[in-house]
């Protein structure tokens, strides 16, 4: 299973985050995986985001869930991510991941990564 990120480096406070995460090797509504974004801000651990399960169903980070959505297209085996009122806060190398973890962003819990994509949220 292989994963990209892709979406701009460059964000606006208070913009919102378009992310996409494109999957090749597998498939998002057939394995049985969590299909999870995970960001790591600088000089800080992992953090994690949420999640796109096999099924559909989403969930994500109480700190974040009010500001974020995952959503998947099945057509192109894609997911994204979307993050509203960024803050310079929210500045992370973000990565999309599979594994059978769930609420976690322990590396361990992923066998899949994507390369990461930088995110700057600034003027």
């Known amino acids: 299973v292989q994963l990209q990120e892709s979406g701009p480096g460059l964000v606006k406070p208070s913009q919102t985050l378009s992310l996409t995460c494109t999957v090749s090797?597998?498939?998002?509504?057939?394995?049985?995986?969590?299909w999870s974004w995970i960001r790591q801000p600088p000089g800080k651990g992992l953090e994690w985001i949420g999640y796109?399960?096999?099924?559909?169903?989403?969930y994500y980070s109480p700190s974040l869930k009010s500001r974020t959505s995952i959503s998947r297209d099945t057509s192109n085996n894609q997911f994204s991510l979307q993050m509203n009122n960024l803050k310079p806060d929210d500045t992370a190398v973000y990565y999309c991941a599979a594994g059978a973890g769930g609420i976690t962003a322990t590396p361990t819990a992923y066998p899949y990564w994507g390369q990461g994509t930088q995110v700057t949220v600034a003027t």
């Open positions: 796109l399960a096999y099924s559909g169903n989403t």
């Open positions: 090797g597998g498939s998002i509504t057939t394995n049985d995986y969590y």
